[in-house]
T-cell receptor, first 114, second 111 residues
């Protein structure tokens, strides 16, 4: 069984500042993958970043980085230099290494202000 | 690549009618997922396929829901008969593994 917890329902961040979105998980699988998705108000689900549980380095994709702390079972997303276009709902998700069953957290609503 | 294609984008129907949602996954992806998103329940995995074979349909809410994948480039999610509580956004997604790409979704409203 897997579970994803996002404790921040919403947050405001000022443009050009960095923001950290929290994600903790619980799984009995020895290996797994962690994902972050962005859902703007238009509704589409946009893949941002992926971290494998055995990856040695934290994943980075442009302004997105994943602060992966395996012992603490956390996979926080860091968005550097926030832009107005970053305003969206952000979802953390987990999948077993055997694949399938990508399960999502409840999401965090981010509003970037000028 | 055109990405995951879903049709229709919007569907409004009356209770009791049959609804069919369609999906064309990204070519070469051997996993296909159907998700449902509502305000109350968030994103729920309904069913997923691997190489056109249904692997796990434990998320399908009831027998009114059925999904098929007759070939690698097409899948359908059918609701018969539809009910107002089925109103939601239905996403199809495909994956080669390690990345899951979502379609734009179908917004279903059942009156």
């Amino acid at each position: 069984a897997q579970k994803i917890t996002q404790t921040q329902p919403g947050m405001f961040v000022q443009e050009k500042e960095a923001v950290t979105l929290d994600c903790t998980y619980d799984t009995s699988d020895p290996s797994y993958g962690l994902f972050w998705y962005k859902q703007p108000s238009s509704g589409e689900m946009i893949f941002l970043i992926y971290q494998g549980s055995y990856d040695q380095q934290n994943a980075t994709e442009g302004r997105y980085s994943l602060n992966f702390q395996k012992a603490r079972k956390s996979a926080n997303l860091v968005i550097s230099a926030s832009q107005l276009g970053d305003s969206a709902m952000y979802f953390c998700a987990i999948s077993p290494h055997s694949w399938g069953k990508l399960q999502f957290g409840a999401g965090t609503q981010v509003v970037v202000t000028p | 690549d055109a990405g995951v294609i879903q049709s229709p984008r919007h569907e409004v129907t009356e209770m009791g009618q049959e609804v069919t949602l369609r999906c064309k996954p990204i070519s070469g992806h051997d996993y296909l997922f159907w998700y449902r998103q509502t305000m109350m329940r968030g994103l729920e995995l309904l069913i997923y396929f691997n190489n056109n074979v249904p692997i796990d349909d434990s998320g399908m809410p009831e027998d009114r829901f059925s999904a098929k994948m007759p070939n690698a480039s097409f899948s359908t999610l059918k609701i018969q008969p539809s009910e107002p509580r089925d109103s939601a956004v239905y996403f199809c997604a495909s994956s080669p593994r390690d990345r899951v790409f979502f379609g734009p979704g179908t917004r279903l409203t059942v009156l």
